[in-house]
């Protein structure tokens, strides 16, 4: 947080003179998890500024933190030292500097001329920037100031006694298309075509053909030059011989190896010469030791081809193989990366259309976050460069690539990845697990683990975009309230706002709004309204301060002369985007969603068209030309270039061109955003983004965009939320019935079912289809939304103790099963059903005319929610009955889940008293967990306000034991229902006799009317037959 912290170092002080009580929500304070503890083991310092010059440089095969011992002490420079290093500082930083400043023009006072309107954009503000600039941008080419070094010499022509590969481990040396043999050799490698199949040359398709221009085996890129080690791992150097396809390859890089924790490594390559850009966000921890026990190894080939390996000690699996890094590829504009894989079992690498299980039959995934309706073959929102692998073993381990650069990530049969961005360096997290959930967990103590949502984020959200007016608002409202839909929250899209513009709201069609939503408060319920990221920049000067003090405050992302750049999206007129890397916008951010809030107040915020999306390519006036904007490798994005639908790459925020930022803009504005809520309610902010890159769960959720009315859409909606739960973003969910297009009543009855179980539930659509809210598709759908619903709400008390833990512990909320069974190779590739938690199952019906699910229940006991009947599996399908109004729902032996009455609102529901179902497993034992605070006060969590029981089944006994008391709001408990027991005869409630009900046909026990204080412990026990 230490760099969030400083982009509102500026609204701190500047805020206390404006707000009088509540500046006093300090920015640490409301954060998830406090500064202080957050990375206890670790202490501020830079990987980039690391001197290995105490430590004998040594070649060697194998690294160990253990046999390392640093000397005593350091030697002390020479004079002449300090005077060699002033010189070389005046000549290669002091000088550069001042000629830039010179080509850039950075000292401007053209900035105050305003942006009245797009006409006066063209004839008068129109930039032409002339040669020297167009120079400078290209030496700029990285946000960086590039030294150019000395052109390498060519490879030598490919020996083709090394070119009789197999198809699987053939990497391509041609990427771009259009290959021939001469241009193949060109570049030293092998030449084998097919002429069976032809080379698919479509933009960001998933699936690539094999290649037949691809490395020799004995390819040389880098080889070491030297290795020294160091207190947290080692440095080394490492040297190209000859040139790659590519301009301006770096002929020297640098490796830095870190043992960070004893299941965590990391390692950078860097160009020592140049500083490229680097991710200021997520806020990741830096650590200067290594610890005593790693379950890792670090081994360097001792080859000539160099290479290295991660491999983990209990048995010897190599995890991480770089292939003697026959393809890397360390220029000005690409890196290229390769690895092995331990197995084909990869999940992850977001955000992508697909099955959970990756393929690893020659499959590309396009990494730049981008607007566009979901699609297989598309880059889409998020940009995640993050995946689990599961090894041969069962173990996990897991692989994060911190770079924002735009990428392609290929995997082939090999089974290896390969990394292509174009920008940034090489900065790798390895995770060594060794389960599935321990690898998350990892991640999130690095990206940030989720935050904690209020309780009313649980509950059920109502949208539209095409309610024309507050009346259309109010009606299917009220139409889904008098049929007995439980809802928590209303949300408008931009029909509330004038004009489409930010930080409004259109005094006639939707006058009455401020009323309306101190009427929803007042029924418990919520308000949420869309904001976008562009500000519009077409109003009457004056007129509309969210234009006039942005520009005044100079906090909007600007063009290469240094106004602000000016794009369109739902605006009237023109639009301009704020740059939330700028610490000045925390301050105008606030302070614009402060005085909406005093219009009308707002409960939480949706975050929309944060890619940045734009209805132009780049700008009005085109982009300047440069290599950012073609560069020479262009990853598979929609639209064949990189401003299709968004910002030019040599726009200007606060730390950097748009080039390295464009994938941070969405989680940039999420913690801003984050920030503001907090500060202006003082209660848990509740934020959906639909942009998102590693981190955006600590501050918001997500949701899966404009999809289509179709069953595929629905079907992948699964697979699309397990993935976000490897992210670290448990809030997440996808339109019910679809955004685009029209629904039918089959599709919407059956994913209302589904969308009942996404953890963020919202039905939304589009303004040109028909209405879908549950009411307007008939009494089927009414019904079958009612239930499922209702059955949510009664087991919110479980999710709710699912999102704590996933705040504390960084655990997944949905999750696939091979998370709980991670020995059973079946679960692997299953993405049609889910968990809820451990103790959970979810079965969806997925297929239009279905009235059964063929779900896979691994060995064990399982439990029917509805009818409470045992199902005893050895690991097989079974046929289970699915009526129209109904989604499967199956309890797992072992688990204790708390449940609620199932009100209306949350916040009637959680007044009611508590119950819990207790299914035991093939041992009669089970276990469980609740998690209960006031539901919406900030850190509960950090300053213990909150309760937690520890529920405990065994011997015919069911206990329970007081973990954390620190909260007076958690109702008694009323109801015990405990499954699969043979006839019981008599039950005691802490040594009393208390009256029960059993049934015979399913095998039950009920104890109700119990009005337990869960403050005192509590024992039940029971005789049986």
């Not at 022509?157 to 259009?178: M, R, S, V």
């Not at 995890?319 to 992850?348: H, R």
């Not at 073609?630 to 080039?659: F, I």
């Amino acid at each position: 947080m230490t760099r969030l912290r400083e982009l509102v170092l500026a609204y701190r002080t500047r805020r206390s003179k404006r707000l009088p009580q509540l500046d006093t929500v300090s920015f640490d304070s409301f954060y998830n998890e406090g500064p202080t503890d957050q990375f206890p083991i670790t202490k501020e310092s830079s990987l980039n500024d690391l001197s290995p010059s105490h430590s004998p440089a040594r070649e060697y095969v194998k690294f160990s933190a253990q046999n390392y011992k640093a000397p005593a002490s350091c030697t002390r420079p020479s004079l002449a030292t300090i005077l060699l290093g002033i010189v070389l500082v005046a000549v290669f930083v002091i000088l550069p500097a001042l000629y830039l400043i010179h080509c850039f023009g950075l000292i401007r006072s053209d900035y105050d001329n305003r942006i009245p309107h797009i006409f006066a954009i063209k004839e008068t503000y129109h930039y032409a920037p002339g040669e020297k600039v167009h120079e400078a941008l290209d030496v700029y080419s990285n946000g960086k100031t590039r030294v150019v070094v000395k052109e390498l010499p060519l490879p030598p022509k490919p020996d083709y006694a090394h070119c009789p590969l197999d198809d699987a481990n053939k990497f391509d040396c041609f990427p771009e298309g259009d290959v021939t043999k001469e241009k193949c050799e060109a570049r030293g490698c092998c030449w084998v075509p097919r002429n069976s199949k032809k080379r698919n040359k479509k933009f960001n398709t998933l699936n690539i053909n094999t290649p037949y221009c691809f490395f020799p085996d004995n390819y040389r890129t880098y080889s070491f030059v030297n290795v020294t080690l160091t207190d947290f791992g080692l440095v080394t150097f490492m040297k190209r011989d000859y040139r790659s396809a590519y301009p301006d390859d770096v002929e020297v890089i640098k490796m830095i190896v870190k043992y960070e924790t004893e299941d965590r490594l990391h390692f950078k390559i860097v160009d020592p010469s140049t500083t490229r850009f680097e991710p200021p966000y997520p806020d990741v921890p830096v650590v200067d030791g290594a610890p005593s026990n790693l379950s890792y190894a670090f081994a360097i080939s001792n080859s000539t081809f160099g290479g290295f390996q991660v491999i983990r000690k209990s048995d010897n699996t190599v995890i991480f193989d770089t292939m003697n890094m026959q393809t890397l590829i360390y220029a000005d504009q690409l890196i290229q990366f390769t690895t092995k894989l331990s197995s084909d079992k990869i999940f992850g690498l977001g955000e992508h259309r697909s099955p959970f299980l990756l393929s690893t039959h020659w499959t590309k995934f396009t990494l730049w976050n981008h607007d566009n309706i979901p699609l297989e073959d598309a880059n889409l929102y998020g940009s995640h460069p993050f995946f689990l692998n599961i090894e041969p073993s069962g173990c996990s381990h897991g692989v994060f690539l911190l770079n924002s650069n735009a990428m392609d990530v290929i995997i082939q049969p090999t089974p290896a990845v390969t990394y292509r961005t174009i920008g940034g360096i090489l900065d790798f997290y390895i995770f060594l697990g060794p389960t599935p959930a321990n690898v998350v967990q990892q991640y999130t103590e690095i990206i940030g683990k989720p935050f904690m949502p209020p309780y009313w984020g649980l509950g059920f959200h109502l949208c539209r975009f095409g309610y024309k007016t507050l009346n259309d608002t109010k009606e299917i409202l009220q139409k889904n309230l008098d049929a007995g839909i439980p809802i928590d929250t209303q949300w408008n899209d931009l029909d509330y706002m004038a004009n489409h513009n930010d930080f409004t709201y259109d005094k006639k069609a939707y006058a009455g709004l401020p009323a309306f939503v101190k009427e929803l408060h007042s029924k418990g319920m919520h308000y949420i309204p869309l904001v976008d990221a562009g500000i519009s920049a077409s109003e009457k000067s004056g007129t509309y301060p969210p234009y006039d003090k942005g520009f005044d405050m100079k906090i909007f992302v600007t063009n290469s002369s240094g106004l602000p750049m000016v794009g369109k999206v739902w605006n009237l007129g023109t639009t301009v985007w704020p740059d939330f890397t700028n610490p000045s916008t925390v301050d105008y951010w606030t302070s614009m969603l402060e005085d909406m809030h005093k219009s009308f107040e707002f409960d939480g915020i949706w975050l929309d068209m944060n890619e940045p999306s734009n209805f132009i390519d780049g700008q009005y006036g085109d982009c300047p030309p440069s290599s950012l904007e073609t560069p020479p490798y262009l990853p598979g994005v929609n639209g064949g270039k990189l401003n299709y639908h968004t910002l030019c790459m040599t726009a200007n925020h606060s730390v950097g061109l748009h080039y390295n930022v464009h994938q941070l803009y969405g989680l940039t504005e999420s913690m801003v955003t984050n920030f503001a809520l907090a500060t202006i309610r003082a209660k848990r902010p509740f934020i959906i983004s639909r942009s998102s890159f590693p981190g955006l769960g600590k501050y918001a959720g997500h949701w899966s965009g404009d999809v289509v009315s179709e069953w595929k859409d629905m079907k992948f909606s699964v697979p699309q939320l397990l993935s976000y739960s490897l992210f670290g973003v448990p809030m997440m969910g996808a339109d019910i019935c679809g955004f685009n297009g029209n629904t039918t009543e089959a599709l919407c009855n059956r994913w209302s079912q589904l969308g009942a179980f996404y953890p963020f539930s919202r039905n939304h659509n589009t303004d040109d289809g028909i209405p879908q809210d549950p009411v307007s598709l008939g009494p089927d759908v009414t019904a079958s939304a009612k239930k499922a619903l209702t059955t949510r709400y009664s087991l919110l008390p479980y999710l709710y103790t699912l999102f704590w833990a996933a705040h504390v512990n960084g655990d997944t909320v949905a999750r696939p099963l091979f998370f709980e069974y991670i020995g059973d190779t079946k679960t692997y590739a299953i993405d049609d059903q889910f968990l809820w938690g451990a103790g959970l199952m979810i079965v969806p019906v997925l297929y239009e005319n279905r009235m059964w699910v063929n779900p896979y229940l691994p060995r064990g006991y399982w439990y029917d929610y509805y009818s409470h009947q045992r199902i005893e599996s050895n690991g097989t399908r079974f046929n289970i009955s699915a009526p129209l109004d109904t989604i499967p729902l199956i309890i797992r032996g072992g688990y204790i889940l708390p449940q609620q009455e199932p009100l209306q609102t949350t916040t009637r529901a959680r007044q009611t008293k508590l119950k819990l179902l207790v299914a035991p497993d093939d041992s009669m034992n089970a276990m469980g967990k609740l998690y209960w605070d006031d539901g919406d006060s900030l850190n509960t969590v950090e300053e213990r306000r909150y309760v937690l029981i520890n529920f405990n089944m065994a011997n015919n006994t069911l206990t329970t034991a007081i973990e954390h008391w620190g909260d007076n709001s958690v109702t008694n408990l009323d109801r015990v229902t405990i499954m699969g027991l043979e006839r019981v005869t008599n039950v005691t409630i802490n040594n009393a006799s208390h009256a029960f009900q059993y049934n015979d046909e399913f095998k039950y026990l009920r104890i109700t009317d119990l009005n337990i204080n869960l403050m005192n412990p509590l024992r039940i026990d029971w005789l049986t037959k």
